[in-house]
């Protein structure tokens, strides 16, 4: 026998989703799609609102630990009809380096005792630079290996970067067209003269890359 409240019980879930269809069909579409129809040829710079430089080490052999470089800027040259000829130019502020601990930070930044080099960065370290040398297309149409020279504490090495579209379309914020892509790579960083505390902090660094560009002309 069916009680008025196993009715309602039963009627309930349905109705809740009925009254939440016309809600899901209504939400808007973000602006950003993983269409590549919608990228245009032109140059683009680097939002640095957006961009950003995550990495991670391995801390005494526990756990990783995780730190980011932000405000990035850079470049982009791009026509989707000839992909290996994009350029790419990217400069990381590593004075502004951020960790979840106050300690580390400082330590990062923390000049040499008795006149020594610093553990890591120093007090005034030079912005970090990428610039790209080739970009290799996938054969998939969405990702590219992004070679190029890094700079960092003073010093050029080659890295090599795999990289992938997310999306492009128009900004709301802004009202430009932008394209997205992230990418991952790793570094030893006593290839750049950044030794403190080995070998107990590793000295592969992961880094993860993500980056949006507005279209400039």
Do not use: C
Not at 23 to 29: D, G, H, N, T, V
Not at 182 to 209: C, H, M, Q, W
């Amino acid at each position: 026998m069916i009680t008025v409240r196993t009715a309602f019980t039963l009627a309930a879930p349905l109705a809740l989703a009925l009254a939440a269809t016309p809600m899901i069909a209504q939400a808007p579409a973000l602006p950003g799609q993983p269409d590549k129809a919608r990228v245009t040829a032109g140059s683009y710079a680097a939002d640095p609102n957006h961009s950003l430089v995550a990495w991670s080490v391995n801390h005494l052999g526990f756990n990783d630990y995780f730190g980011l470089f932000g405000s990035v800027t850079g470049t982009l040259t791009l026509d989707p009809a000839n992909p290996s000829a994009a350029k790419v130019t990217a400069t990381i502020p590593v004075s502004k380096v951020i960790t979840a601990s106050a300690g580390l930070t400082a330590h990062l930044l923390r000049p040499g005792a008795d006149g020594k080099k610093p553990d890591f960065f120093g007090p005034a370290p030079a912005d970090a630079t990428f610039t790209s040398t080739s970009v290799t297309p996938g054969a998939d149409g969405t990702s590219a290996t992004v070679a190029g020279n890094l700079t960092l504490n003073g010093v050029t090495k080659p890295v090599s970067i795999p990289a992938h579209f997310i999306g492009a379309g128009k900004n709301i914020m802004s009202g430009k067209e932008t394209v997205g892509f992230e990418g991952a790579t790793t570094i030893k960083r006593s290839d750049f003269g950044v030794n403190g505390v080995l070998p107990f902090v590793s000295d592969e660094v992961k880094l993860n890359i993500t980056i949006a560009f507005e279209k400039t002309a």
